[in-house]
């Protein structure tokens, strides 16, 4: 399975076929990169937009078949793709979910449930089929063409899961996953990122620190005033041996999580040579 970038307009597809010249009107005088599922060369336009070959056209067929489609033409659509968005949905969220426990080991199961819950929205999964261009491939009916159904983000997302559930039950769960991670993937970490900032500076700085490749990042209270009643302690933050950051706060938990949220924007933008650390007062 070997992923493949789209054919150029008039140029061989992976596997035979070419695709449509540039701007070629179809029968609804839509212009198009890809023809539709059922139409000559659209085996080949999977191949080249998914990076998967069908070995078996008939799943990838009915995973680009909308219900309208098939309501239009009953004895010649064959099946919808609502019982593999079904299946897709359920691999789908298998597959995320393993990726996000194993990669952020150190985020609560909230904070997870909550990052598969924004990878697996219906807006992601829509503006991924958007840009691997399964909106172009989708058989559907007049009316549902007609009114936009090609660009709906709930016809592109069950779209992308039925998509899923048809690569899996070509290359198994393996396959499954590598399709996932090779279009979600980015997206993942994205999301990972700014909600991981927002939510657990701490966590969000460690994850950080160690794709830079500068290891831990280490907090020492630096100082502490205040009655015993009140306190407040100020808190370094260093990455890589360099402080980034102090903060203070009224526990020493609060100050570490401002300074990580400071720190945060340090290692995107890192201070020059002799540069003090700035300091900031956390509240909560």
Known sequence: MNPAGPALAGEPFPGGGQAPPAGAARADDRETRFPRAGDPGWVEAVAALTGVAPARPEPFLEALTHASYRSEHPDTAGPDNERLEFLGDA?????????????????????????????????????????????????????????????????????????????????GLEGARAFILRTLGDDIRR???????????????????????????????????????????????????????????RSKKVAEREAARMALAGLEEPAGPGAAAPEREGTA
């Not at 691997?132 to 007609?146: T, V």
């Not at 990042?217 to 009140?230: F, I, K, L, S, W």
């Open 91 to 171: 691999v789908l969220n298998l597959c995320v979910t393993d990726y996000i426990f194993r990669t952020y080991p150190q985020r609560p199961e909230g904070e997870l449930s909550k990052l598969r819950a924004a990878v697996v929205r219906a807006e992601t999964l829509a503006a991924t089929a958007q840009r691997l261009g399964l909106g172009e491939l989708l058989r559907l009916g007049r009316g549902e063409e007609a009114t936009g159904g090609r660009q709906r983000p709930s016809v592109l997302a069950d779209a992308y899961e039925a998509m899923v559930a048809a690569v899996y039950l070509q290359e």
């Open 191 to 249: 999301l990972a990122e700014s909600s991981g900032a927002c939510d657990d500076p701490k966590t969000a700085l460690q994850e950080l620190s160690r794709r830079l490749g500068l290891g831990e990042p280490t907090y020492r209270v630096v100082g502490a005033a205040g009655p015993e009643h009140d306190p407040r302690y100020t808190v370094e933050v260093r990455v890589g041996g360099r402080p980034l950051a102090q903060a203070v706060g």
